[in-house]
């Protein structure tokens, strides 16, 4: 899983199947959590976000999932389809306020989809 | 259509001389935020805003200048730009930090090269 600093990690699965991609962030402080994707020549887009007072949430074919005794934050995308191939960051707001006004990004993970 | 409009799309500029990229955003936002990404060190916080005539600094704000002077626009300005802030720059805006299923907007990026 991506981690602030390391080398960008790769994921290939076959379409139709499920993916995981996990973050591990450092900061225990940290309330809230976001996850991009983000395609080529692209900004990065907005999929699912969750608080600490969380440990899942459900969006439309992803799922985020807290582990805040592990620190560690998963994101599943069920039924993947081409579409799907991006590279996905985790982002945190390392506690130091209300929101997310200052967010610090993981390296990312490319997602590629297989036909 | 909600947008974040960068301006502009790729820059390829020399040493010493002075550039501005305009961000505009059309979805009446009061935070707007600079980043950077640079590979293997994902998206990192230049500056932000939280409303008209307030800013402050992110994690990275040196050799950067930014104002706010309307709430739609967020331009950042290199005064001296050196060839360390070459790197691929994002504008974005929210409503309102930390506000569930409100996130960060991001704008499609601005290369920038400098010789």
């Known amino acids: 899983g991506e981690s602030v600093g390391l080398h960008l990690p790769t994921l290939s699965v076959q379409e139709g199947d499920n993916s995981i991609i996990n973050c591990a962030y450092s900061n225990s402080a940290s309330d809230y959590f976001i996850w991009y994707k983000q395609e080529s020549g692209k900004g990065p887009q907005f999929i699912i976000d969750?608080?600490?007072?969380?440990d899942k949430r459900q969006g439309q074919r992803v799922t985020v999932l807290l582990n805040k005794t592990v620190k560690h934050l998963s994101l599943q995308i069920a039924a993947t389809q081409p579409g799907d191939s991006a590279v996905y960051f985790c982002a945190e707001n390392n506690g130091s306020n209300f929101g997310n006004e200052k967010l610090t990004f993981g390296t990312g993970t490319r997602l590629t989809i297989i036909p | 259509e909600a947008q974040v409009t960068q301006n502009p799309r790729y820059l390829i500029t020399v040493t010493g001389k002075k550039l501005t990229v305009t961000c505009s955003q059309n979805m009446n936002h009061e935070y707007m935020s600079w980043y950077r990404q640079d590979p293997g060190l994902g998206l990192r916080q230049i500056y932000y805003s939280m409303n008209v005539e307030v800013t402050d600094k992110g994690d990275v704000p040196e050799g950067y200048k930014v104002s706010r002077k309307e709430k739609r626009n967020f331009p950042l300005i290199l005064e001296s730009p050196s060839p360390n802030q070459t790197s691929l720059y994002f504008c974005a805006s929210s409503l309102s930090p930390g506000v569930m299923d409100q996130p960060q907007h991001f704008g499609d990026g601005t290369r920038l090269s400098i010789l």
């Open positions: 969750i608080r600490s007072n969380m």
